[in-house]
């Protein structure tokens, strides 16, 4: 399906995003990572502009087109308490600013029905208290989304994907931690590559500007105190 397509995939060194490369790697494509880990791969800061503009020199240098973009990478987890002013700025620019650029970068370069995958969170609709730095940022990848998909129309498909509670080591958890999601576990990267891979693909042709929520239902959830053996302990 994805046999000599040229796959971006930013953040693809670890966790989620080293599996959507894999997963597009056993599909015979040709993947390009970005990351800020030691690798086999393009290592740099995606919060710099001028190593933003060199990696996609190289992709384009080598390939001459790219048919998928995922913006993966993911920003800094910081809370109002502790988050400086240029910590917010660089979660901003990872989580945001950076999905954007590339996008721009690549714009004359997407290949007829290519299209951008970006990763956000359920946390781009709820919250945890400490969260503000990567909270804005999934927020944000959300709403531009939609409005690349709109820039982008009939040109590159935009959908972006909001996992929930995904452990990249694969545990199998019980308990609580299972049942208080609907689905009955806690999910895992391929829960989110086999998304992508769909969203790339062909059959998802008529999907364009969505958010996709992969949580195991956990958001449609309601929580009150005392209901349902749930209690608050502040």
Not at 61 to 79: C, E, I, S, T, W
């Amino acid at each position: 399906m994805f046999q000599d397509k040229v796959i971006v995939i930013t953040g693809g060194a670890n966790g989620i995003g080293e599996c959507i490369a894999e997963e597009f790697q056993k599909n015979g494509a040709h993947v390009c990572v970005i990351d800020r880990a030691e690798g086999a791969h393009y290592v740099g800061d995606l919060a710099d502009k001028a190593t933003l503009e060199d990696f996609a020199r190289t992709v384009i240098g080598k390939y001459g087109r790219v048919d998928v973009l995922v913006n993966n990478a993911p920003p800094l987890f910081l809370g109002i308490d502790e988050c400086t002013y240029e910590q917010f700025q660089q979660s901003m620019a990872i989580g945001v600013t950076a999905p954007f650029y590339l996008s721009k970068l690549f714009a004359p370069y997407f290949a007829p029905g290519s299209s951008i995958i970006n990763i956000s969170s359920s946390r781009d609709r709820m919250s945890q208290p400490q969260s503000e730095s990567y909270t804005a940022a999934k927020g944000g990848i959300s709403a531009l989304t939609h409005a690349l998909a709109v820039s982008f129309a009939g040109k590159v498909r935009v959908n972006s994907i909001s996992p929930g509670w995904i452990d990249t080591a694969y545990t199998v958890y019980e308990g609580p931690d299972a049942i208080q999601q609907p689905a009955g576990r806690v999910g895992n990267p391929l829960d989110i590559a086999n998304m992508v891979l769909f969203l790339a693909s062909d059959k998802a042709g008529f999907i364009t500007g969505e958010n996709i929520c992969i949580d195991g239902g956990q958001t449609r959830l309601m929580i009150y105190h005392g209901d349902n053996g749930w209690t608050l302990n502040p």
